[in-house]
């Protein structure tokens, strides 16, 4: 079985940072794709950022340059750098990943349970 689990997240000030880290364990033949999602009260889940395999990464408009997403293949971990927080960046962050399963090759979509950001004015 495959698990994402999230930590990083926490209370930060407006204009603060966050690191948000992933990591993804278990019976993992590859990782493809990998990617922050986040939800905020309300609210439907948003893609945040990607990065593939080949480290290409895209971003949602709303990140605006503030954040990075980077990964790290070795270690089966993305990661989020988040700059220049607003309030309204306040959600829980998911992380989300395409793993090719060992042992099977059977390839599946896998989430995290998420952890909460959660900036002040």
């Known amino acids: 079985q495959v698990q994402l689990v999230e930590s990083g997240g926490g209370l930060v000030q407006a204009g603060g940072s966050l690191r948000l880290s992933c990591a993804a364990s278990?019976?993992?033949?590859?990782?493809?794709?990998m990617r922050w999602y986040r939800q905020a009260p309300g609210k439907l889940r948003e893609l945040v950022a990607q990065?593939?395999?080949?480290?290409?990464?895209n971003y949602a408009d709303f990140v605006e340059g503030r954040f990075t997403i980077s990964r790290d293949n070795a270690k089966n971990m993305v990661y989020l750098q988040m700059n220049s927080l607003k309030p309204e960046d306040t959600a829980v962050y998911f992380c989300?990943?395409?793993?090719?399963?060992?042992?099977?090759?059977?390839?599946?979509?896998?989430w995290g349970q998420g952890t909460q950001v959660t900036v002040s004015s």
């Open positions: 278990g019976s993992i033949f590859s990782t493809t794709a």
């Open positions: 990065t593939t395999n080949g480290q290409l990464t």
């Open positions: 989300n990943a395409d793993i090719i399963i060992a042992r099977t090759l059977a390839p599946g979509n896998y």
